[in-house]
T-cell receptor, first 113, second 113 residues
Framework: AQSVAQPEDQVNVAEGNPLTVKCTYSVSGNPYLFWYVQYPNRGLQFLLKYITGDNLVKGSYGFEAEFNKSQTSFHLKKPSALVSDSALYFCAVRAHSNYQLIWGAGTKLIIKP | DAGVIQSPRHEVTEMGQEVTLRCKPISGHNSLFWYRQTMMRGLELLIY????????DSGMPEDRFSAKMPNASFSTLKIQPSEPRDSAVYFC???????????FGPGTRLTVT
């Protein structure tokens, strides 16, 4: 069965420090992996995706994610956090042969000044 | 492009009333998704359309829920009769099938009293 795990409900980071939001997945075959961000009272906003190719994917707002096939992980990272990065972050995966995205439960990222 | 448009943004109604949520996908997108988001269950896929045809409605909670897509630029999600447990934020998302990521609307916050 396909699944996505975001093991941390909340991540706290000081402004200017690097941040990591973790995601692991289970899917048959080659995965398509996504990160979305949700600000309060807003819809989900696409950040980045991994389909194929380079394992390090760069996305919006300075975020990047690294696909690690052996660890079945797709952690979201940013070298220097901003207070405005505070939001809810969702990881999602779909199998190559399936349209449906499987969503993680979300991780609340809090960046403190 | 204006992005995915949803209306209304907020809806408060009494139990037993009919509720209709509306969505205009991004022009040119072939796929449309309706989601429901609650604190308890997270993000749930309700129904998926491809080229205006419902492909998977297995996520629709019960017969009180129905969805239509009469043309490529409009979709509705109807709840009749509504119940308090239907209170949630309902999102519409569209996708150009070949690039995989979904673009979300701002959502409709539904409160059923």
């Amino acid at each position: 069965a396909q699944s996505v795990a975001q093991p941390e409900d909340q991540v706290n980071v000081a402004e200017g420090n690097p941040l990591t939001v973790k995601c692991t997945y289970s899917v048959s075959g080659n995965p398509y992996l996504f990160w979305y961000v949700q600000y309060p009272n807003r819809g989900l906003q696409f950040l980045l995706k991994y389909i194929t190719g380079d394992n390090l994917v760069k996305g919006s707002y300075g975020f990047e994610a690294e696909f690690n096939k052996s660890q079945t992980s797709f952690h979201l990272k940013k070298p220097s956090a901003l207070v405005s990065d505070s939001a809810l972050y969702f990881c999602a995966v779909r199998a190559h042969s399936n349209y449906q995205l499987i969503w993680g439960a979300g991780t609340k990222l809090i960046i403190k000044p | 492009d204006a992005g995915v448009i949803q209306s209304p943004r907020h809806e408060v109604t009494e139990m037993g009333q009919e509720v209709t949520l509306r969505c205009k996908p991004i022009s040119g997108h072939n796929s449309l998704f309706w989601y429901r988001q609650t604190m308890m269950r997270g993000l749930e896929l309700l129904i998926y359309f491809n080229n205006n045809v419902p492909i998977d409605d297995s996520g629709m909670p019960e017969d009180r829920f129905s969805a239509k897509m009469p043309n490529a630029s409009f979709s509705t999600l109807k709840i009749q009769p509504s119940e308090p447990r239907d209170s949630a934020v309902y999102f519409c998302a569209s996708s150009p099938t070949e690039t995989y990521e979904q673009y979300f609307g701002p959502g409709t916050r539904l409160t059923v009293t």
